[in-house]
């Protein structure tokens, strides 16, 4: 296990043909981020998508930026929140993007978290019949996950990211000292989707971040560049393979099935975030590994350890002012997931840390008797 981490900045490319991309991470960018998108993008007019919390941290930076590497721009403002992603505010987004007379030619801005940056991307795809756009994420979660790979999209009633597109960023700018700003239970929400990597694939990295994690959570700069640079070139690397989800990019949601379904139950109204749910998830999707006798026993303590250690949940039952869910209500919605083939669930199992596989024939009795403990032990504490 490598225990020295020297990383301050990394250039990292999504390999895809013509529309591969740069992700660049370092401190910092956001003052130089008008001159990277004007050297590597030309001088294009810019519409900014942001929320309240960030604009209101950040976004006069970003306009300086801009308007010194002399791009003109516009901004909308949306309130935060996941409540954000669904039908009414992308319309009404859409028609002020119009409204701004914004081009095909132009370029959108997804400045935010995962949110911002789903819903840009999803009114870049569709707006004049696709626009390009460049991702600014601003939270631990979207810089290691959701503004990579081109996905997009938003909420429904019936699940999370039900409606979107493929559309890839022509640009992704990462400055890792916004995250001083994000409040510790975000950036541990994001941590979640950190360790996700390692449990993949990279056992290493798993190790190092448990000798590391809580350094990354401290702010330790270099820690911190590291964890990013190593989920973004994991992440690189599967988009390049499987692009649109037709195999091994799915690995990607280990933890997700759970983890959507309870973020639907919670109704995303703020006491479940989304890296919360992915943690108590990817342990579920480890202790059913476990029941099927597929993993080794001990991965799932292991695990749930960590996340313990560094605050996040890893219970139902850990989930705040909820009463739990009835087992059927889960079941029910997983059955929505955007995973589900020829009507049967497609699950990411493993068989240790670091070694998942993609299962269509998680018995659907087992399943649910898992779910069912899971509910029943929420509801007794």
């Known amino acids: 296990m490598t225990s020295k981490v020297s990383e301050s900045q990394a250039?990292?490319?999504v390999e895809?043909?013509?529309r591969s991309y740069d992700i660049e991470i370092a401190g910092g960018l956001l003052?130089?981020?008008?001159?990277?998108?004007?050297?590597?993008?030309?001088?294009?007019?810019?519409?900014?998508?942001?929320?309240?919390?960030?604009?209101?941290?950040?976004?006069?930076?970003?306009h300086q930026s801009l308007t010194e590497a002399g791009l003109s721009h516009g901004t909308i403002v949306l309130p935060p929140g996941e409540a954000t992603k669904n039908f009414t505010p992308l319309a009404k987004a859409c028609q002020e993007l119009l409204q701004m007379e914004i081009e095909r030619g132009d370029l959108i801005i997804a400045f935010g978290g995962g949110v911002i940056g789903d819903f840009a991307g999803f009114a870049a795809s569709i707006?004049?019949?696709?626009?390009?756009?460049v991702q600014i994420p601003t939270t631990l979660l979207s810089q290691v996950d959701s503004s990579v790979g081109g996905k997009t999209g938003i909420n429904t009633a019936q699940g999370k990211n039900l409606v979107g597109t493929f559309h890839q960023p022509s640009l992704v700018l990462i400055d890792?000292?916004?995250?001083?700003?994000?409040?510790?239970?975000e950036l541990r929400a994001g941590y979640a989707e950190v360790v996700k990597y390692g449990l993949i694939d990279d056992p290493v990295f798993f190790s190092w971040l448990e000798e590391f994690g809580e350094r990354i959570l401290?702010?330790?700069?270099?820690?911190?560049t590291h964890a990013i640079a190593t989920s973004c070139r994991a992440k690189a690397r599967i988009v390049a393979q499987d692009e649109r989800e037709s195999g091994v990019r799915a690995l990607l949601n280990l933890g997700h099935t759970f983890g959507h379904a309870l973020e639907a139950w919670a109704g995303y109204d703020g006491s479940l975030l989304h890296g919360e749910a992915i943690s108590i998830g990817m342990v579920m999707a480890f202790e059913l590994s476990q029941n099927l006798g597929y993993?080794?026993?001990?991965?799932?303590?292991?695990i749930e350890q960590h996340f313990k250690s560094v605050g996040l949940p890893t219970r139902i039952a850990d989930i705040a002012g909820q009463s739990g869910p009835h087992?059927?209500?889960?079941?029910?919605?997983m059955a929505q997931d955007k995973k589900v083939k020829n009507g049967k669930l497609v699950f990411i199992m493993t068989r240790n840390i670091g070694e998942s596989f993609i299962d269509s024939e998680v018995p659907m009795e087992a399943l649910a008797t898992y779910v069912q403990s899971q509910c029943s032990a929420s509801t007794s504490t």
């Open 31 to 62: 003052q130089r981020a008008g001159e990277m998108i004007s050297t590597r993008l030309g001088k294009r007019r810019c519409a900014i998508l942001t929320d309240e919390n960030v604009a209101a941290l950040h976004l006069e930076k970003l």
């Open 295 to 302: 993993c080794e026993a001990g991965a799932a303590s292991r």
């Open 11 to 13: 250039s990292i490319c």
């Open 327 to 333: 087992a059927d209500e889960l079941l029910k919605t």
């Open 16 to 18: 895809l043909g013509e």
């Open 176 to 185: 890792s000292d916004v995250l001083d700003t994000l409040p510790a239970r």
């Open 127 to 133: 707006l004049r019949r696709g626009m390009s756009f």
């Open 218 to 224: 401290a702010g330790d700069v270099q820690a911190r």
